[in-house]
């Protein structure tokens, strides 16, 4: 596709470098409020990953790799030092979110990045920052291409006038740009398929109400919100065609690692005859956890659950869970798309394949 056939995006973004900062659309304000942070420093970085200022497993990978970017580029006596800050700043990035394994992908890409920059003769610490942040860069531009890709590798599962229904926001907002799920969705509008989309609002932190629907409605694309308990009901009344959700992290076995409530969609999925697909880059596949057991699931604070918009939903002392994440067992999954094709049953081996193709 030519650029100038392109479709129209909007004139927002998730994330970008601009004048020495990490800026940042502040996702905790939308749909109200659409402030842009400017981060100038791992800690402060970390913090917006923690605080879900920014969110979605690729965004959180390409924020933290800009906050490696931010450790490299203050002024530094020696190489010495800046390996030590270098160090300690991919330390606190680590520690910021669990379950997402492109976090530690992208740190894991940026530390072999500045180790090879820190080796070359005649390196200093402002040509090591200078590689920090040309690598931060290519690692947010091969994210958008790669959402692309997935996209278009989504196309064959959408059928023209689907009802799409997704779960939590793996779109734009929880990307570089154009997204996984949203991704199949955005390509499938862009083909010309006059699709829409259910937006399962996402308790307890709202990202398809707030979102989901915020994104969609800005590209245009048909977006109606549904509180999560609605999803059966819509299922069984014949309503939704299939559900596409993103990932967090993809076990060896092909057990899928989502926003909570995502193994509830793929049962309600299953038993009502839905295709359940999952988007993802090859980023989020991780080979070295075999299985959805092995997964670490971040569970997050009480207030998010207890509280709405300042009021209390719980009377106090009365506890709550919050796991954030839940995982879908791969035998609930129809199909995951990736940039590289899609990967059906038996997982465990298409998904290998799927990982010796060349990028
Ligand atoms: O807690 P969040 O908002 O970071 O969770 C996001 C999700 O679960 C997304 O579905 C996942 O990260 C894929 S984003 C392309």
Redesign the pocket.
């Known amino acids: 596709v030519s650029a100038a056939s392109e479709p129209q995006r909007p004139s927002w973004f998730t994330l970008r470098w601009r004048e020495g900062a990490l800026e940042l659309l502040d996702q905790r304000g939308l749909p109200e409020r659409e402030d842009v942070l400017r981060l100038r420093s791992a800690e402060e970085v970390a913090e917006a990953i923690e605080s879900?200022a920014v969110?979605?497993?690729?965004a959180?990978g390409c924020a933290a790799a800009f906050g490696i970017a931010c450790a490299a580029a203050g002024p530094a006596p020696d190489l010495a030092a800046l390996r030590g800050r270098l160090a300690e700043a991919e330390q606190r990035l680590a520690r910021t979110r669990p379950t997402?394994v492109n976090l530690f992908w992208a740190l894991a890409r940026m530390r072999r990045e500045l180790d090879a920059a820190l080796g070359e003769a005649g390196a200093t610490p402002a040509r090591v920052a200078a590689r920090a942040l040309a690598a931060a860069q290519a690692l947010l531009e091969a994210d958008v291409a790669c959402c692309r890709a997935i996209g278009r590798a989504g196309l064959e599962l959408v059928p023209e006038g689907a009802r799409i229904l997704t779960h939590?926001?793996?779109g734009a907002l929880?990307?570089a740009g154009y997204?996984?799920?949203l991704g199949v969705v955005r390509a499938a509008a862009d083909a010309g398929r006059r699709i829409s989309v259910l937006a399962g609002e996402t308790r307890p932190?709202l990202?398809g109400a707030r979102l989901t629907a915020w994104e969609l409605a800005r590209d245009g694309i048909p977006v109606s919100v549904v509180t999560d308990g609605m999803a059966g009901f819509l299922m069984q009344r014949g309503e939704v065609d299939l559900v596409v959700?993103?990932?967090?992290r993809i076990a060896r076995s092909g057990d899928v690692a989502?926003?909570i409530g995502t193994y509830g969609l793929a049962v309600l999925a299953r038993a009502h005859g839905i295709p359940f697909y999952v988007a993802?880059p090859r980023s989020t596949l991780d080979p070295e956890t075999p299985d959805g057991a092995a997964i670490p699931i971040e569970e997050r604070g009480r207030d998010e659950v207890a509280t709405l918009a300042g009021r209390q939903l719980v009377p106090a002392g009365v506890p709550v869970r919050h796991p954030?994440?839940d995982v879908t067992p791969a035998g609930l999954v129809t199909a995951i798309v990736t940039e590289a094709g899609v990967a059906r049953a038996p997982l465990p081996e298409s998904l290998a394949e799927l990982l010796r193709r060349p990028a």
Do not use: H, L, Y
């Open positions: 879900m969110r979605g497993a690729p959180i997402a939590c926001n793996a929880a990307t997204g996984t799920a932190f990202q959700v993103g990932a967090d989502n926003k993802a954030a994440f």
